[in-house]
């Protein structure tokens, strides 16, 4: 395995962008649009004290965004300056990540099928799991390598991902199975899917995201030999 942790936000940041990112004294501000935490959070750049805090937070309200900090594992005296103003953790995060040439498979051609951009079946199973226009967005603003994987089973559309490189790291996000289709190995297949054509395109790494209470999820990466790498929080402050 490569990928540095730092290096992991990176990858992040490139494969899943968000709308802009503004540089407000000591910290980078993500106007993600209404695409989610990952887009939308504040992150610190360089030397900072509690006093530059509200200035985060006015941006934050300027986007009209929640007050939202990305705490990475060099932002532990930042993490503790938020909990001891009323910011609360929300999504533990875990990097996952594993050497491509681990999960290519001898897949079917039709089981998890490259294109871009998404057909509009793609777009119709991406929505029934709450994955709407501002995360479609995201991933059209995605520079570099990238496709969307469209999942079959039984000759049916059933599921979608999103897979983009860079730094010869390929990202999956937005993983998404029809419920009907579930639990029968289709998420396996979809990684599997993803690592072939991470392969083709020259990477040597696959990552994911997962929210740490998702043992689905992580019973299903650890059963690919994927390993942490990584991992983050948010602070929010509610109300």
């Known amino acids: 395995m490569t990928v540095t942790n730092t290096g992991l936000f990176d990858i992040c940041e490139a494969t899943w962008p968000a709308a802009s ?6 910290w980078l501000v993500r106007d993600g649009q209404g695409a989610g935490k990952r887009v939308s959070s504040v992150t610190a750049e360089g030397n900072w004290t509690p006093t530059d805090i ?3 937070e006015q941006a934050c309200r300027d986007l009209g965004q929640d007050l939202l900090f990305q705490i990475r594992p060099e932002d532990a005296a930042l993490d503790t300056v938020l909990a001891e103003r009323g910011y609360e953790i929300i999504d533990p995060v875990d990097f996952l990540v594993a050497p491509v040439e681990t999960l290519i498979a001898d897949l079917h051609r039709l089981a998890a099928i490259p294109c871009w951009t998404p057909l509009a079946v793609q777009t119709e199973i ?6 709407g226009p501002a995360r479609m ?3 059209d603003r995605a520079a570099g390598p990238k496709t969307a994987l469209l999942g079959r089973h039984n000759d049916h ?3 979608t991902a999103f897979v983009a490189i860079h730094d010869g790291t390929a990202m999956l996000h937005a993983l998404e199975v029809s419920p009907e289709a579930r639990r029968m190995g289709i998420g396996r297949t979809m990684m599997q899917g993803a690592a072939n054509w991470a392969a083709r395109h020259n990477a040597r790494d696959l990552a994911v995201l997962v929210v740490k209470a998702n043992k689905a999820a992580q019973t299903l990466y650890a059963g690919l030999g994927m390993t942490s790498a990584g991992a983050y929080h948010y602070r929010i402050k509610k109300g």
């Open 54 to 56: 509200p200035q985060a």
């Open 21 to 26: 990112i503004t540089r407000i004294g000591p």
């Open 126 to 131: 991406w929505a029934e799991g709450g994955i």
């Open 157 to 159: 559309p059933v599921a």
């Open 137 to 139: 967005a995201v991933m």
